[in-house]
Every structure is written in C-alpha cells, then in structure tokens.
C-alpha cells in the first residue's frame, strides 16, 4: 500500500523527535529555507495539494490569497478542531506522527510570512494536546522552532489553543471569532482570512492533514505528489472507516479508489455477512449513499460530488442491511440541533425543528406530511441562506436520507416502529 | 453615481449605499430586523435576503454593495418563498402572545408577517419555552420567548454606549440574550434598547402593560429634561401622556434619547398638578374660579404704573418655560409697568448627571432663550422690596427666600404644578405643560425646536399669554 501520511504510525516511538528525525522529519526544512517564499507556494499549487478539513480547496490557491506587500502581522492557523461525527484521522495524525503536522506547520508559515502560528485543537482532545505540547517543546529545544531557525532568518512560535467543544468551531471564521476570546460565531465573508482573519490580519486556516502533505511534497517535488491520486484529487486520502465494517480504523489510501473496493479489501467487508445498505463517505455533512450508489462512487473530490455527495473530511461509515435509516438520521439530527450556533434565523430554528419531526417520527408519532415538510424545511435552508455552511450540513443529509430511503421512512410512520424489527 | 436596476426598476444611487439602503429609499419594500443604520451589519436575520442576476446563491441586501449594472430581485417568486421561509423559521419558537406582547401593533414582526407571508406555521411540536419576564436592569425587562436573537441591543451596548452588559448565551434554539455576569442593563441610554428591539422581547418596564399602543396619539415634541432637547414622539391618550420616543434629528440626537429624559413625561401627569386657581385666604389656598383669581390679581395691580416706585412690578423668566410664556411675561410687564424689573430662574440640582454625549448637565430646555433675551432687557441680581412679583414657573430654594425677606406685596405664581408647599405665593395661575401647547425652545447649540401641542390643558389650565392678556385688558 502506498502512503504519504502514516508510514512511521507502526512507530511506536515516532513521537519522540529523535525517533522521528531518523525517520526523515524536519529534512524538508534545508530545502524550504533555500527556496523564495512564493516558491514554495508555487510547488503546492504544482502538486495540487487540496485541503483535507472538507471542502478541498486548493491549498496553494489558498495561500496566494494573502495580499502582497501588507504591512499586517501573518498568522497561520491549523484547524485541529477535528468535530466531524465519523471523522478522526487528524487525531491519528497527532497521536502517531505529531512532528510530521508540525513541519507542515513550518513549511506552511514560511510560504505565507507568518511567524507566529497556532493549532486550534479540539476541547476533547487533551491528551493529544498533552503530546503536542511535547512536540512543540521537542522542537524548540531542537531549533526548530523558535528564533532563526536553522539559521535561515526565520523565526516562528507555534501555541496551542484548546476549543471549549462547540463544533461550529471548526468552521474557519468561528474558530477565528473563538481564537479571539469571542463567542464561537461564524463571519459573513466575503472578507476571507486570508484578506481579514484572526485580529483583522492576514490569515490562513488549514487542516492537519492538509498540512501534514506538505513535508511529501517539499522533499520531493509537485511531480512526486501527483503520481498518486487522481488529476483534480492528487496525493492520498485518510479515511476514518467506521460502522458495520471488520476491520474499522484510519486508512490512508490513494484518491481515486473505488468505495466497494475500500470496503471489501480494506475494511474486510460488511460485518457479520451482512448486506451494505449504505455509506456516508466524507463525514455526517453529507448525503448518504445507497448500496447502489457506492459501485459507481471512488474515494475522490468529483467521484464523490459526481455521486451527489462529498469526499469532505473522510468520515467514512458504512451501514448494514439492519440499520434504520430513521434512527440514523435522528442521531445526525440530534448533533447538529446541539450545535447550532444560533446565529442565524434558518438554522437557529431549522436544526431543531427537523429535528423534532424526525424524533417524533422514530417515536412512533409521525404523520406521512411529515415526510414532505422535512424536504421543504431544509430546502429553506441551504444554499446561502445563512452566514456559513453549517445549515446545509444538516440539511442535504435530510433531503438524501428521506429521499433515498423514503419507503423505509413511510412504513416507520405506517407502524409506528421501526419495520426493521420484529414487534 | 452608479444605475442598477431594483425589480426590472432603474435607479441611479450613490456609489457605496448598500442594496438594502437603495430599496429603502426608493420605496422598495425589503423586509428586515437586524440591520439598524446606526449599528454595524450582522447579518443574522437573514430576512432581506435578494437574488442578483448571475449570482448563485441569494444575498443579505443590507451588506451588499451597489455596483455598476447590479440586477436585484426582491419580488420574485423564488424570492418570496425565501423571505416566507424565513419569516416561519422566526415565528416558529415565538409564543405568538401578541395579545399580550406591548409591540404589538408597532411590530415590525407583526408587520412583516403580515406584508410578506401570511402563511399558517407547520409546526405541530411543542415550542421552545424562556423565561418571561426577566429583569435586565432596573428600567428594562426582557421575555426572553419573544427575542429573535437579532442583536441590536447587544450591538447598541457595544457600538453606541461602549458599555457591554448584554451577550448572547447558550446556542440554537435555546440561545437567551443576558446580561454578563454581574452586570446590568443600566447605561444612561438603556430604553434605547427598548426602541430598536424588532419585537416585544425588551420591554420599558415604566409603560409595560400600561396601555396598547393603537389607542396612543403621537405629538412630535421636545424632550424638556435638559438643555440638549432631544426631538422625541409624545404619546399620550385622555390627556395622559404614556411614553417618549426619540424622533430623528441627525443634528440634535441621532436617534436616540436618554434614560434620564424620557421618563421626565412623569410630570405632565403628576398628582401635583394645579388645575385651578388657587387664593390664598387667611394663610390658605383655596380653590376659585378664574374671575376670582383675576379679579384679585388686578386689584392688587397700581392702577397707574407711573404713580409707584419703578420698581414695583417684577417679572421673572424662566428657563424651564417656552420663549412664547417668556415672552408674555415680559411684554405684559412692560406693559402694566413703566420701568419693570426682571429676573431669571432655572432648575438647580445638585450633581447633575451629564456625558459628552446627549445628557446635559444645564437641567434647563430653554436656557439659550433666556440669554437671548437678555439682550433686549437687563437682568436683577435680587428681588426690590414690597413689590408685585410675577412668577413663572418656579424658584430656586435661595430666591423664594429672598422673595419673602423682600416682603412684596403680591406674588402671583404661574404654574403647572405645585412643586411643594408654596407659602410664599398669594395666587396660584394653572399654565398648561408644554404637551398641552404649541411652543418654542432653543436648546444648547442654539437651534429652535418646536413643541407641538398634544391635548387640552387638564383642568382649568390656560395659557400663560392669555391670562396675561386678560388681566392687562382689565387693568
């Protein structure tokens, strides 16, 4: 199997910096320090690196953004706020290889002139906070990080900022409004941080993994990063494979592969002998995929936006033939009505709603005008008509899972139980 | 200048205006709650929601920017369905008390609702229940089930004051405005809250239940509570005046008013008022008709005004009345009086509350008048002996001291309330307050503002130049 990403994670000391150092962790820093700023920019657009935290923008792009000549302060920010139900590769990422992120996080930084640069992680997250607050220190006392690093004239400081466990949070403005000492609201961009992001200064937000790509490509080339993958989705992807699988876990594979595949070879196949019923590939933001929809799908951006659905984070869970879809959906429900932010009228009011209809359908209370009132509600939700995504994400499972498994839905509010149980 | 084209109309607007702000002024009617002119874009409300031409996804109208050639819709039906939808999201948690609710009737919700969707709720579930009646401080209180969480009063805390009591706790459906711990709504401009709340979440707690806002009249008005004269909405009902709401006056008070001032209105309905004349017989005041009280003012009058001392007809101005009442007084004196003397008096209160912003420290609406007029005639310093002494409004402690070692001969007072036992005063003349007559001030920058009158005077009140006039006439 081929990786980028986690060929040190059977390490068990991969954590330690000397362990990692012969390994090959900080070797890209010689090269980078040798090269122009906007030449390192240049090499990720090259290698068509794409941002790994759920909407796959380009992460050179990304970084061309920042306005040239600004006389503002730089900052770079890695989204570790990793909140996604499904997903919990980054954690993989921390816990198995943390000064891999962190040599992004220097690559990253001198591509884009910032000198100081904080990891927003996750409240839950302590004890991988605990280990990266030994890496950094790893990495100071190592000259790393720091002033003049590798006496290259560049200086950077990387701090840890623990989340408080809003998953509104993750999204890049929120997590900006948090990193301030303000309330977890997401902003009305246009602005983006990379014009006006944390204290109105230039800013880039990027994902663990996305930044954990970047020692690969440093250290060889564009050209390297492209063999792997598909033209538009280059590189590797890792997935946080759970649910009705044997073998659950994070996998990293290349983009591209097809999702029957993955499950079959990779994952061992459905649990039990039992029948796929359905997958949700990038995380519960998204739709859901029937059994026959996975046989057209591959674990790559267009495959899966092909498919009607997304690649997003790689929260990967596969469902089998005894799942209720009902219930399923009122657990996605349930999330997103907890974490709504309240900013926004449609999605202050929507999440809960929807919600509710779907509770009181799996309770046994539901009217078949329910069915019709959730697609309608929802689609009064998504699409712009609140300040970020957060709505939609909510609402596009919705629509998939009440449209796709629609029959189920019906005979669950005929019986008023589950159909998938006897009594 | 830039064209655009609102609904297929063409417009030409400044460069820089908001879509929002060009619909508005073009009497485009685009529905909205969290924007305020005065506070910064929030964009939270989601209710001005528009379609551009080209554009993908719809856009808040209230921060987007005209540009050359810009195509907005707001009538469409695709447009309609959205604000239809966002109108139902808001009205989906509130509890619907408009029988109960002080907004209603002057509810932008109300108004909204009723402009742009008109469609039933499809909720069938239990509603979100909030406390109902929560005191945010010691003027404002809050039910918290009717808050559509568009934060104008946490921005005008934030923004216009600069003082931050209020945040917005907890999240979704359950979001619940507060006040910081610790703290309370009681910035000197807390009702303003009250005013730019979109629904009937923040309450005065002065007019809460008080009376149902249709049955109000409004006057246009001067707040009279100091020297800035805020341009404010009288509301009033039986003679009764409810409430202040500032009016804007960009130049004088934005759109605003303070505390302070708006509760001034209490006076107008005060239990003090005098609505007849009033004698005093043997050390008492007793009610008489108004022929009484002008037949014994005139007596005590000099017939002739050159036969007494020049100093015996004082009148004293004030800065708390109108120029007209000034005015009067002075004409009339001059008038009767071949060479009458005058004072001044004003409201003095001890530590004054004032800012650099609207409240002023001079207590007094017409200050600027008095001074205006003082180049026309001199001012006394002190009160000549056994005199007859017109007197209006009211006296500082000092001056009815003085007044009374001065022994005159008559005081007759012109009054709109009895402010405390007037042992110094022989006749007592009700005048109307400024909500029951036209009149002018001149505030501090000097700019006249017009009161407007509301109602009749109450009781037998009646105003100063006419009574003035009659006992001249009869002189």
């Known amino acids: ?423 | 200048m830039v064209k655009i084209k609102i609904d297929n109309q063409e417009l030409e607007v400044a460069e820089g205006t908001t879509v929002l702000q060009a619909a508005l002024d073009n009497k485009i009617d685009v529905p909205y709650f969290c924007w305020h002119s005065k506070l910064s874009i929030a964009g939270n409300c989601r209710m001005c929601l528009v379609n551009l031409k080209g554009s993908p996804k719809p856009v808040i109208s209230c921060r987007e920017r005209v540009r050359e050639g810009l195509e907005v819709d707001t009538k469409s039906p695709e447009v309609k369905k959205m604000q239809q939808g966002v109108l139902e999201f808001i009205l989906l948690n509130h509890p619907l008390d408009c029988p109960i609710c002080d907004q209603s009737g002057e509810c932008p919700l109300q108004d909204n609702y009723f402009k742009f969707s008109k469609f039933p709720s499809r909720i069938e579930d239990q509603k979100i229940h909030k406390p109902k009646a929560v005191p945010l401080g010691p003027l404002v209180t809050l039910d918290d089930e009717r808050c559509i969480v568009c934060t104008r009063c946490v921005r005008f805390c934030d923004e216009v004051t600069g003082t931050h009591e209020l945040c917005v706790t907890e999240r979704g459906g359950h979001s619940t405005l507060r006040t910081y711990p610790g703290a309370e709504l009681k910035n000197p401009y807390s009702l303003c809250t009250v005013d730019i709340c979109p629904v009937g979440a923040l309450t005065s707690t002065d007019f809460r239940f008080k009376k149902r806002v249709w049955f109000l009249k409004s006057a246009d008005s001067i707040c009279t509570g100091c020297a800035t004269g805020c341009n404010i909405k009288m509301d009033w009902d039986d003679q009764i005046v409810y409430r202040y709401r500032p009016r804007e006056n960009e130049a004088v008070n934005q759109c605003w008013m303070c505390d302070e001032g708006r509760l001034t209105y209490k006076f107008i309905n005060d239990k003090n008022r005098v609505l007849e004349p009033l004698v005093k017989k043997h050390g008492e005041f007793q009610r008489v008709g108004w022929d009484e009280a002008l037949a014994f003012t005139r007596k005590r009058i000099p017939r002739e005004a050159h036969e007494v001392s020049a100093s015996s007809c004082v009148g004293v101005v004030s800065a708390q009345a109108s120029c007209e009442e000034n005015t009067a007084l002075v004409k009339f004196l001059q008038q009767v009086s071949k060479e009458p003397v005058f004072l001044t008096t004003k409201k003095e209160i001890a530590n004054p509350s004032h800012d650099d912003f609207l409240i002023d420290a001079d207590k007094n609406p017409n200050s600027a008048f008095l001074k205006v007029l003082g180049k026309e005639i001199s001012y006394a310093r002190h009160f000549p002996k056994e005199a007859v002494v017109f007197v209006l409004d009211n006296l500082t402690e000092a001056q009815k001291k003085e007044l009374v070692d001065a022994r005159p001969k008559l005081v007759v007072w012109l009054a709109s309330n009895l402010w405390e036992p007037s042992h110094w005063a022989d006749v007592v003349l009700p005048k109307p307050t400024f909500a029951e007559q036209d009149g002018t001030f001149i505030n501090r920058q000097n700019r006249e503002q017009k009161t407007n009158k509301a109602f009749a005077p109450r009781g037998l009140a009646r105003p100063v130049g006419e009574v003035l006039r009659e006992i001249r006439l009869q002189t």
């Not at chain 1, 792997?228 to 759970?242: D, M, N, R, V, W």
């Not at chain 1, 591209?256 to 039990?272: A, S, Y």
Request: proline letters at 4%; charged letters at 25%; one cysteine or more.
């Open chain 1, 1 to 423: 199997m081929s990786s980028i990403l986690n060929n040190n994670w059977n390490n068990p000391r991969q954590r330690e910096i000397k362990t990692a150092m012969a390994n090959g962790a900080y070797a890209s820093l010689k090269k980078v320090f040798n090269m122009q700023p906007v030449e390192v920019t240049e090499e990720v657009k090259k290698s068509g690196l794409r941002g790994r935290g759920g909407a796959g923008f380009l992460t050179g792009m990304k970084w061309g953004f920042i306005p040239k000549n600004s006389k503002k302060t730089v900052y770079l920010i890695n989204n570790f706020d990793e909140s996604e139900p499904g997903t919990f590769k980054d954690r993989a990422i921390v816990e198995k290889d943390p000064h891999r992120m962190l040599e992004g996080m220097i690559i990253a930084a001198y591509a884009i002139g910032a000198r100081t640069a904080y990891i927003y992680i996750r409240g839950e997250y302590y004890r991988q906070w605990e280990i990266l607050e030994k890496a950094i220190a790893e990495a100071c006392r190592e000259g790393f990080l720091g002033k003049n690093i590798l006496r290259s004239g560049f200086d950077l400081d990387i701090y840890q900022h623990r989340g408080a466990g809003a998953y509104i949070c993750g999204e890049e403005t929120a997590l900006l409004s948090s990193l301030e000492g303000g309330r977890g609201y997401p902003r009305i961009k246009p602005p983006f941080p990379a014009i006006e992001g944390a204290w109105r200064c230039p800013t880039i937000v990027n994902n663990v993994e996305t930044l954990s790509n970047l020692p690969f490509i440093m250290n060889n080339g564009a050209a390297a990063y492209r063999k792997f993958g598909t033209e538009k989705s280059p590189g590797t992807k890792l997935i946080s494979a759970s649910g009705h699988v044997n073998k659950p876990g994070v996998y990293e594979v290349e983009m591209g592969l097809p999702v029957r595949t993955f499950v079959e070879e990779h994952l061992g196949g459905v649990w039990k002998g039992r029948k796929l019923k359905g997958v949700v590939p990038g995380g519960s933001s998204f739709q859901v995929l029937t059994a026959e929809e996975t046989s057209k799908c591959c674990l790559d951006f267009e495959s899966c936006a092909g498919c009607g659905t997304s690649l997003g984070s790689g929260g990967f869970y596969v469902m089998d033939e005894t799942t209720c879809m009902v219930k399923m959906l009122q657990y996605t429900a349930k999330f997103y009505e907890h974490e709504s932010c309240g900013q926004c009228t449609p999605c202050r009011e929507g999440t809960g709603w929807v919600s509710q209809i779907v509770r009181r359908i799996e309770e046994g209370h539901g009217r078949q005008r329910d069915l019709d009132l959730l697609i309608d509600v929802s689609k009064n939700m998504v699409n712009g008509r609140t300040i970020c995504v957060f709505a939609d994400a909510l609402a596009l499972p919705v629509i998939s899972y009440v449209t796709k498994f629609r029959a189920e839905f019906e005979e669950h509010i005929k019986l008023g139980r589950c159909s998938l149980q006897n009594g």
